[in-house]
């Protein structure tokens, strides 16, 4: 909740908040006592091995959010629009997403709007704090779906980590990491039916939330589609067809009978279009740009922009490891699934 600010003698709140921002706040420190409370008195195990993860969530929160900045509007306003500029063209006449106005970097851009029309008045000035609520968000499920495949202690480290500089670009990145942690678990555990299912309905929802980012989730989940088909027809081919006949007139039903398929084709044509001139754009040297970090270290940032490159290296080290030992468990499904993360990270710059 924004602090007041000095005016004068007096304080004053310069947000105009909802009831609902006050309903809630008030629900999640509710929710986070009741659940601390039960950890403490009705659990018997040490508190240090019984640690909530809204505490996590909870600090690493606290470390990230930014500071209360008073109502403003930005001097960039081609960057500044992109989040403003289509949620309110959708409340303000009606506008949908891909066809009467493309935004720039898919439905990602809806969600500060969003979120200031629920907490705030639809104003451009108050788009600047909206930042601490996407930060809340994505801290929980990055934290909570990592912490379900492997632990509190890892899922506090990446979360911790993850670049907050700017929501609004780092937030795809971390959304498709969420999507793709959730595919990669349901692949090597041979849940090869919900992996069918959940990667056309997830993809599906990663090339409309960020199309260039869900451009190059699709092509990375297609092969591992592939296989999981192949594993799903060699057991039964007709349980498998009629369950693949099933899915496919369910799903182009759904698209074809709303406005997701328009949608879908805008979104797939601007990832084409804009594609062909990130790949020159992105391979331009950082220093020739106006904002050449000129008070900062060159390569260092150029390291972390090309860190995807050592993800390679390492899926190259799994790839030999499970190539020369044929005993292995799931040798079969982590083969597939690290020869695509060898294969496909380096068309990334193209679609991101």
């Not at 989040?83 to 720039?104: E, H, N, R, T």
């Not at 391979?283 to 904002?291: D, E, H, K, L, R």
């Amino acid at each position: 909740i924004p602090q007041k600010v000095l005016d004068g003698n007096q304080l004053v709140h310069v947000y105009p908040m909802t009831d609902i921002l006050y309903y809630v706040v008030g629900f999640l420190v509710l929710f986070s006592i009741a659940l601390i409370s039960k950890k403490i008195f009705l659990s018997d195990e040490l508190l240090t091995k019984n640690i909530s993860s809204i505490s996590f969530i909870s600090i690493i929160f606290f470390t990230k959010a930014y500071l209360i900045v008073i109502p403003s509007v930005s001097s960039d306003d081609y960057h500044f629009g992109e989040f403003l500029l289509p949620f309110w063209s959708w409340v303000k006449y009606g506008q949908i997403p891909f066809q009467d106005i493309v935004p720039a970097r898919g439905l990602i851009n809806y969600l500060d709007g969003f979120l200031v029309n629920i907490f705030f008045e639809l104003k451009a000035s108050y788009f600047g704090f909206i930042q601490n609520f996407l930060m809340l968000f994505y801290v929980a499920i990055l934290l909570l779906v990592i912490r379900k495949y492997l632990n509190l202690f890892f899922a506090f480290i990446i979360t911790l980590m993850f670049a907050s500089w700017d929501l609004g670009v780092s937030g795809i990145d971390i959304f498709n990491a969420v999507l793709l942690v959730f595919l990669a678990h349901l692949f090597i555990d041979k849940k090869y039916y919900y992996f069918v299912v959940f990667s056309l309905l997830l993809v599906t929802i990663s090339i409309l939330f960020a199309p260039g980012q869900g451009g190059i989730m699709a092509l990375s989940i297609t092969p591992l589609g592939v296989y999981a088909l192949y594993k799903i027809f060699s057991i039964d081919s007709k349980i498998a067809l009629r369950f693949l006949a099933f899915l496919l007139t369910l799903y182009i039903l759904i698209i074809m009978l709303t406005s997701i398929f328009d949608m879908l084709y805008g979104a797939i044509l601007y990832a084409i279009e804009q594609s062909s001139l990130n790949s020159i754009t992105y391979g331009i040297p950082w220093y020739f740009s106006i904002n050449s970090f000129a008070n900062g270290n060159y390569w260092l940032f150029e390291i972390v922009r090309s860190g995807y490159i050592f993800v390679i290296g390492f899926s190259l080290i799994v790839l030999l490891k499970y190539l020369t030992n044929k005993e292995l468990i799931n040798r079969r499904e982590v083969l597939v699934f690290s020869s695509i993360i060898f294969i496909f990270p380096r068309y990334y710059s193209v679609f991101h």
